[in-house]
C-alpha cells in the first residue's frame, strides 16, 4: 500500500515514515499543504492520506476540501493536536475518514489506517479473497488452497494490489504507481518481471489460473469462468 504522511513537524515526520516502512508500507512525506495538494494531483495513486490540519501553506482542511471538490475520494486520516469538537466535525463534514489526536499511540495510528482503507474497498477485516486465495494484509499471509506462500515484500505489494481490486483490469503503469514512491528508480519492467513471479508461486500448481493477462491493457485477479 502507498500512503502519503503530511506533517511539518519533521522529526514526528520522520518517525511516521520509518515505522509505516518497517509495517511494509510504501511513504512518499512532504511538509505543507501546497506540496500536498501537488502529490495528490499527480499521477500518484494512494491507498490513503495521513494529515496534520494545522500545516503551512494551505491547511489540512483546505487540501482535504480541494481534493474531494475534485472527486478525489483517496481515504484521508487527519491527524491534530486541536482536541475541540467542533474541528473534529469541521474535518468530517468536510470529507476526512477518519480524526486523530495527537500525541497517539502507532498501535493506534494502524488500526485506525486499517480500518479507513478496509472501508474504502468495502471490506470488514483484513482478510481478502479470490477463488480458493486468501490473503491477510495484516500478517501478510498467503494461503492458496489452504497452502502457505511465501512471497517477497514487492511480490505482495503487487498482489495486494491485485487483490484489491479484484475482477478489475489494472495497467502496468496503475500497478507501478501503487508500488513505487517518488525516490524510486525502477525498471519499466518492474510489473512484469514480479507478475512473472507471482504467477510460479500461485498459479503454476493450480489449473485455475487467478492472474490473467489482459492484451493491450494489463493484468487482473479473477476466477476463470
Known sequence: ?????????????????????????????????EQA?????????YDAVLMDVMIPKLSGFEVLASIRAAQNM???????????IQDRVSGLDLGADDYLIKPFAFDELM????MITRKASGIKTNVFECGDLSVDILTKTVL??????SLS??????????IRNKGIVLSRESIESRITNFDSDLNSNVVDVYIRFLRKKIDD??????????????????EEV
Do not use: H, W
Request: with cysteine.
Open 1 to 33: 500500500m502507498r500512503i502519503l504522511v503530511v506533517e511539518d513537524e519533521r522529526d514526528l515526520n520522520k518517525i511516521l515514515v520509518k515505522k509505516l516502512t518497517l509495517e511494509g508500507y510504501l511513504c512518499d512525506s512532504c511538509f505543507d499543504g
Open 74 to 84: 483517496t481515504p484521508v486520516l487527519l491527524l491534530t493536536a486541536r482536541d475541540s
Open 153 to 162: 515484500a514487492k511480490e505482495f505489494a503487487i498482489l495486494e494490489v491485485l
Open 205 to 222: 500448481d493450480y489449473e485455475n489460473k487467478l492472474i490473467q493477462t489482459v492484451r493491450g491493457s494489463g493484468y487482473v485477479l479473477r
Open 37 to 45: 495538494l501537488a502529490y495528490l494531483q499527480s499521477s500518484a495513486v
Open 144 to 149: 492458496r488452497n489452504k497452502r502457505k506462500i
Open 111 to 114: 488500526a485506525r489506517l486499517r
